[in-house]
Antibody, heavy 120, light 107 residues
Framework: QVQLVESGGGVVQPGASLKLSCAASGFTFTTFTIYWVRQAPGKGLEWLTFISHDGRNKYFADSVKGRFTISRDNSKATVFLQMDGLRPDDTALYYC??????????????WGQGTMVTVS | DIQLTQSPSFLSASVGDRVTITCRASQGLSIYLAWYQQKPGKAPTLLIYSASTLQTGVPSRFSASGSGTDYTLTISSLQPDDFATYYCQQLNTYPLTFGGGTKVEIK
């Protein structure tokens, strides 16, 4: 079935780096934009970044710009989020999500289960 | 960046109630607004896209409308499965942004 599975979360100290992965299956990965969204404990959703289907286009929220990078390996149907210079306020559950099958303007129709990152 | 303000942030309602949640944007969105439902410990799920189009599989008791800067999500008759937190999201301009959420709890 269509699914996204995040991995790579963990507990790290401030200033450390971590690389998250988002593995896709059940759909034609090479045609979809992928997003990362995070949710701090007890808080709302925060959109972080996207990478276009071909990896050429990316955009970052100000809160992570210059510290996080996004990439994808279409041969492995996987998107990566490299997080450097982690801070305690980066502590959150990190979700990857797929753009809606019909249009990137329609939202995110498939989400992973999330991977937890704790910076302490 | 476009700011989305949801109201109320919390509401208490009974099964069968009609519930309306509003989302106001700091600038016009050209209908590129989505609504999500999130239950505790779960990822969000898409309910509505393009301001008023029901995502496949979403019950018809959910509806939404709006344009420009003002949008609403309505649940016509609240069901036990609907107690959750609801978020709006704008997809008009990067960075994409979410509203602060509306938690719907059982009265």
């Amino acid at each position: 079935q269509v699914q996204l599975v995040e991995s790579g979360g963990g507990v790290v100290q401030p200033g450390a780096s971590l690389k998250l992965s988002c593995a896709a299956s059940g759909f034609t990965f090479t045609t979809f934009t992928i997003y990362w969204v995070r949710q701090a404990p007890g808080k709302g959703l925060e959109w972080l970044t996207f990478i276009s289907h071909d990896g050429r286009n990316k955009y970052f929220a100000d809160s992570v710009k210059g510290r996080f990078t996004i990439s994808r390996d279409n041969s492995k149907a996987t998107v990566f989020l490299q997080m450097d210079g982690l801070r305690p306020d980066d502590t959150a559950l990190y979700y990857c999500a797929r753009t809606h099958y019909a249009s990137p303007r329609y939202g995110m129709d498939v989400w992973g289960q999330g991977t937890m990152v704790t910076v302490s | 960046d476009i700011q989305l303000t949801q109201s109320p942030s919390f509401l208490s309602a009974s099964v069968g109630d009609r519930v309306t949640i509003t989302c106001r944007a700091s600038q016009g969105l050209s209908i590129y607004l989505a609504w999500y439902q999130q239950k505790p410990g779960k990822a969000p799920t898409l309910l509505i896209y393009s301001a008023s189009t029901l995502q496949t599989g979403v019950p018809s008791r959910f509806s939404a409308s709006g344009s420009g800067t003002d949008y609403t999500l309505t649940i016509s008759s609240l069901q036990p499965d609907d107690f959750a937190t609801y978020y709006c999201q704008q997809l008009n301009t990067y960075p994409l942004t979410f509203g602060g959420g509306t938690k719907v709890e059982i009265k």
